[in-house]
């Protein structure tokens, strides 16, 4: 990058989330990421830049580690003009959606971190020219809690995104409920897994969302975004998925096409192309806990029809679903059993407050702070270093489960040869992939105590008003089971 020439037009609005904001090159595949602050509070930028290499830093030590090397974008922490951020940032500010202006975009420290465009990205010899097509999604938790810990019957049957999805509806954050479930996702199966994709692409909220050439096609920016519109996406994804066309528009072409991108999307989640240093994964967390939500559309209409529960398919081990599962599940004793162990650390550093360096509560994520969280031992002695351990394999946890997968397809030639890039194919057509994963920063040890209160919220929530309104809500969902059978038939 170089710094002394930036132009604040070269750069244009790409995304952002609660943390932090994007901006994308319009020539060239990178992004700059900022980081977001309330207003009034704004932080020194040593402190800034400490965030932002330590965001760096986890990347490398840990989540490459963890992940893989190829699924794994670290970037670099660059230092900008500042008058360059100043005027981006009065460049972009009409584009932002009034429900993430409630943060401001960092503009006194000059520092970002530079990263690759995932939703351009041209891994190996993609040509330039060609279209490329991207689906980021955040999938979110896919286990319920095995932990003895966990007090509230419900955590074992129905999982926190579901039970989340009704306290969202209520306080207005989406209008309505999204009948996708993550452990349908992450499954294996592959009846479940399109189930799960096809009502992503229904209900998509902050899950979901399409780019074409790099440019945001399909996606929800809150509760009072336009119904989405499948025509129009089936309009943009035709030439990628039926190059020679063939396929009259309307609501068969819609289906046709809605019908290859989940499949094409399930096809590339089940594959390990993961390449990386062998051994990656050293967790091996064998699967616990029920392998369906009972609160997922899918699971009550096998229920409905009178069959069991679908088999686990299990997801092959190289690919980025199994591995982020596995570093989700670091979450041995869930927010309940967790957060007594806080508690500990907390008196500790109450009574040693110069300890919290020794402990590398923030940072360094070094090679020493990964080694600590391979030991998966529940047996608690009563040390503060057991607790400090359970609460760092949280915190990494917790990161897993918010993080994004981004998805690059590239048409090309059904006569090209793959060389090294893997291929997908569709019915029609074939695409070289790429995927990665994105929002890799590490959660903060503070927000623990939120993230206990918050679990106590949500299932309070769900017991109280849901499950006492149950017959009202089987049925408002099964008026939709017409769809339910439609994904059961063989594919
Ligand atoms: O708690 P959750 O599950 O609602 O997750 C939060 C996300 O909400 P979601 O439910 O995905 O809409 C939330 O996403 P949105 O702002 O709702 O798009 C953030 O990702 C938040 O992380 P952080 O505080 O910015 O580091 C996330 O908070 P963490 O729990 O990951 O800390
Ligand atoms: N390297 C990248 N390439 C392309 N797009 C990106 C990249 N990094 C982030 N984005 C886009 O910017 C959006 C916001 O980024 P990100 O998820 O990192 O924000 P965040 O504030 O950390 O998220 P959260 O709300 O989960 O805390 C992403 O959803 C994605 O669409």
């Given at each position: 990058?170089?710094?002394?020439?930036?132009?604040?037009?070269?750069?244009?609005?790409?995304?952002?989330?609660?943390?932090?904001l994007?901006?994308?090159?319009?020539?060239?595949?990178?992004?700059?990421?900022f980081?977001?602050?309330?207003?009034?509070?704004?932080k020194?930028?040593e402190?800034?830049?400490?965030?932002?290499q330590?965001?760096v830093d986890?990347?490398?030590?840990?989540?490459?580690?963890?992940?893989?090397?190829?699924y794994?974008?670290?970037?670099?922490v660059?230092?900008?003009p500042?008058?360059?951020?100043?005027?981006?940032?009065?460049?972009?500010q009409?584009?932002r959606?009034?429900?993430?202006?409630?943060?401001d975009?960092?503009?006194?420290?000059?520092y970002?971190m530079?990263?690759?465009?995932?939703?351009?990205?041209?891994t190996?010899?993609?040509?330039?020219?060609?279209?490329?097509?991207c689906v980021?999604?955040k999938?979110?938790?896919?286990?319920?809690?095995?932990?003895?810990?966990?007090?509230?019957?419900m955590k074992h049957?129905?999982?926190?995104y579901?039970?989340?999805?009704?306290?969202?509806v209520a306080?207005?954050?989406w209008?309505q409920?999204?009948r996708y479930?993550?452990?349908?996702?992450?499954?294996?199966?592959?009846?479940?897994?399109?189930?799960?994709?096809?009502?992503?692409?229904?209900?998509?909220?902050?899950n979901?969302?399409?780019?074409?050439?790099?440019?945001?096609?399909?996606?929800?920016?809150?509760?009072?975004?336009?119904v989405?519109?499948?025509?129009?996406?089936?309009?943009?994804?035709?030439?990628f998925?039926?190059?020679?066309?063939?396929?009259?528009?309307?609501?068969?072409?819609?289906?046709a096409?809605?019908?290859?991108?989940?499949?094409?999307?399930t096809?590339?989640?089940?594959?390990?192309?993961?390449?990386?240093?062998a051994?990656?994964?050293?967790?091996?967390?064998?699967?616990?806990?029920?392998?369906?939500?009972?609160?997922?559309?899918?699971?009550?209409?096998?229920r409905?029809?009178?069959?069991?529960?679908?088999?686990?398919?299990?997801?092959?081990?190289?690919?980025?679903?199994y591995?982020?599962?596995?570093?989700?599940?670091?979450?041995?004793?869930?927010?309940?059993g967790?957060?007594?162990?806080?508690?500990?650390?907390?008196?500790?550093?109450?009574?040693?407050?110069?300890e919290?360096?020794?402990l590398?509560?923030d940072?360094?994520?070094?090679?020493?702070?990964?080694?600590?969280?391979?030991?998966?031992?529940?047996?608690?002695?009563?040390?503060?270093?057991?607790?400090?351990?359970?609460?760092?394999?949280?915190?990494?946890a917790?990161?897993?489960k918010?993080?994004?997968?981004?998805i690059?397809l590239s048409?090309?030639?059904?006569?090209?040869?793959?060389?090294q890039r893997?291929v997908?194919?569709?019915?029609r057509s074939?695409?070289?992939?790429?995927?990665s994963v994105?929002?890799?920063?590490?959660?903060?040890?503070?927000?623990?105590?939120?993230?206990?209160?918050?679990?106590g919220?949500i299932?309070?929530?769900?017991?109280?008003?849901?499950c006492?309104?149950?017959?009202?809500?089987?049925?408002?969902r099964?008026?939709?089971?017409?769809?339910?059978?439609?994904?059961?038939?063989?594919?």
């Open positions: 990058m170089e710094e002394g020439k930036m132009d604040e037009n070269e750069w244009g609005y790409h995304g952002e989330g609660n943390k932090s994007v901006v994308a090159h319009a020539q060239r595949c990178v992004v700059l990421r980081l977001k602050f309330p207003p009034n509070r704004k020194t930028s402190e800034i830049f400490q965030h932002l330590n965001i986890f990347g490398k030590n840990v989540m490459k580690e963890f992940l893989g090397e190829n794994v974008h670290c970037g670099e660059v230092q900008l500042l008058e360059f951020v100043k005027q981006l940032c009065l460049k972009i009409s584009e959606p009034e429900s993430r202006c409630d943060k975009l960092d503009t006194l420290s000059g970002a530079c990263l690759p465009n995932l939703t351009r990205l041209q190996y010899r993609f040509a330039e020219h060609r279209p490329i097509l980021e999604i999938p979110k938790c896919g286990f319920i809690p095995f932990s003895s810990d966990v007090t509230h019957e049957k129905v999982c926190r579901c039970m989340h999805q009704h306290l969202k306080t207005g954050k209008r409920i999204s479930c993550p452990l349908d996702l992450y499954s294996g199966n592959k009846q479940r897994m399109h189930f799960a994709l096809k009502s992503l692409l229904q209900e998509a909220q902050n979901l969302k399409i780019f074409k050439n790099g440019e945001l096609i399909y996606g929800c920016k809150d509760a009072r975004s336009p989405a519109d499948w025509s129009e996406l089936a309009h943009h994804l035709k030439p998925f039926f190059p020679s066309n063939g396929l009259a528009s309307g609501p068969h072409c819609t289906r096409v809605i019908r290859e991108l989940v499949h094409v999307i096809r590339v989640l089940l594959s390990g192309s993961d390449k990386g240093r051994g990656t994964l050293r967790l091996g967390l064998g699967p616990q806990g029920p392998r369906v939500c009972e609160a997922s559309p899918f699971s009550r209409s096998l409905c029809q009178g069959k069991n529960t679908p088999e686990r398919s299990g997801l092959p081990k190289g690919c980025l679903l591995k982020t599962l596995q570093v989700q599940m670091l979450d041995l004793l869930d927010i309940e967790l957060y007594p162990l806080y508690s500990r650390v907390e008196r500790y550093l109450e009574e040693f407050p110069e919290r360096k020794t590398q509560i940072g360094p994520y070094d090679e020493a702070f990964y080694q600590k969280l391979l030991d998966l031992s529940t047996e608690d002695d009563g040390t503060v270093a057991f607790a400090l351990t359970k609460v760092q394999q949280y915190r990494v917790m990161t897993a918010d993080c994004s997968i981004m690059a048409p090309c030639l059904q006569d090209a040869s793959s060389d893997p997908v194919p569709s019915s074939r695409f070289a992939f790429s995927v994105l929002d890799l920063d590490l959660k903060p040890y503070e927000s623990i105590p939120h993230q206990y209160k918050l679990d919220k299932v309070n929530y769900y017991s109280k008003t849901v006492a309104k149950d017959n009202a809500v089987m049925s408002t099964f008026k939709e089971s017409e769809d339910c059978t439609l994904v059961l038939h063989k594919v």
